[in-house]
């Protein structure tokens, strides 16, 4: 079963920069789509964003379209998450995963954007 590790969470103000990343425990993810997905407290957990298996083809929800960038490295097992323009309602703990995301959850970086 692939394990996931996020990391890269922290507060933040509102319009400020945080770089998430997500380290999966082995190769296999190589052959998948992969995700972003976050859960704020009180909410269902929601898709961000999500890769094609070669990279080239992303797609990223509407609240975050044009602020957020996907992007992975296959040599490393990484995904990472570039948030930019960081605002109060992009407070969630941050979770990567396949896509769709067929994995165990693993237990995801907190993300708060607060003055």
């Known amino acids: 079963q692939v394990r996931f590790v996020e990391s890269g969470g922290d507060l933040v103000q509102p319009g400020g920069s945080l770089s998430l990343s997500c380290v999966a425990s082995?190769?296999?993810?190589?052959?998948?789509?992969l995700s972003w997905h976050r859960q704020a407290p009180g909410k269902e957990r929601e898709l961000v964003a999500r890769?094609?298996?070669?990279?080239?083809?992303?797609d990223y929800s509407g609240p975050v379209e044009g602020r957020f960038s996907i992007s992975r490295d296959n040599d490393k097992n990484m995904l990472c998450l570039q948030m930019n323009d960081l605002k109060p309602e992009d407070t969630a703990v941050y979770y990567c995963?396949?896509?769709?995301?067929?994995?165990?959850w693993g237990r995801g970086t907190q993300v708060t954007v607060s003055s």
């Open positions: 995963n396949a896509d769709p995301p067929i994995f165990t």
């Open positions: 890769i094609s298996i070669g990279g080239g083809i992303t």
């Open positions: 082995d190769s296999s993810l190589t052959r998948h789509s």
